[in-house]
Structure formats: structure tokens, C-alpha cells
């Protein structure tokens, strides 16, 4: 099982960036494929990036394809997202998430282990 805290959430103005982390407690971190989610009021929750266990494999959604970036630290146990360039649209709670094993998957459903979210919001 693993626990997932993200940090980096705040305000930034459209063209900005910022850098979300997800700390994950729990042994066996690079056995778990990561992926970074997103939820805006009024909407569902989407997919926005994940990455495999060793890092080698990643998949964006095509809205923050060429301005986000996902990573990971195995050693520290940390998960990254990196976004530059953002826009208003970008405005959501930023979810992190976990599943053990394969990285093939975007859907919601298929990971269990879940953090509290953090706020990005940009202004226009």
C-alpha cells in the first residue's frame, strides 16, 4: 500500500509555471506507475500525465502535451509534475495517484491509492 501527499498547488498568472510534487510513503515506489490527475469545478476528474515505474515510458493528454512535464525520484520516493506555459483552462485540483505495475492505463478507475489533491488556479 502506499501513501500519496502532494504540495506545490497555489496562484500564478497565465504563462507562469509551476512545479507539483507527490511524496509516497510506502515501500516499493518504483513498482507503482504514477499518474497526475486533474478535476476543475463543475467538471469530472481527467487524466493529465502518468509514467511508468522506472520512469522510461510516459503519456500526456493531448491539452498540456509540449507544456507539461511528469518525472519521478525513485530514490526519494517523489513524483513531479512540471508545467510551464499555463493557461486559465488549466485551473483545477491536481490529483496524484498510484497503481502497482503496469503504466498502460489512463482511465481513473484503474488506481487505487489516491492523494488529497492541491490547487493550481491561474489567472488570466
Known amino acids: 500500500q502506499v501513501q500519496l501527499v502532494e504540495s506545490g498547488g497555489g496562484l500564478v498568472q497565465a504563462g507562469g509555471s509551476l512545479r507539483l510534487s507527490c511524496a509516497a510513503s510506502g515501500r516499493a515506489f518504483s513498482s507503482y506507475a504514477m499518474g497526475w490527475f486533474r478535476q476543475a469545478p463543475g467538471k469530472e476528474r481527467e487524466f493529465v500525465a502518468l509514467?511508468?515505474?522506472?520512469?522510461?515510458?510516459?503519456v500526456y493528454a493531448d491539452s498540456v502535451k509540449g507544456r507539461f512535464t511528469i518525472s519521478r525520484d525513485n530514490a526519494r520516493n517523489l513524483l513531479y509534475l512540471q508545467m510551464n506555459s499555463l493557461k486559465p483552462e488549466d485551473t483545477a485540483v491536481y490529483y496524484c495517484?498510484?497503481?502497482?505495475?503496469?503504466?498502460?492505463?489512463?482511465?481513473?478507475?484503474?488506481?487505487?491509492?489516491w492523494g488529497q489533491g492541491t490547487q493550481v488556479t491561474v489567472s488570466s
Open positions: 509514467i511508468s515505474g522506472s520512469g522510461g515510458y510516459t
Open positions: 495517484a498510484a497503481r502497482y505495475g503496469s503504466s498502460r492505463y489512463q482511465e481513473i478507475t484503474a488506481y487505487p491509492y
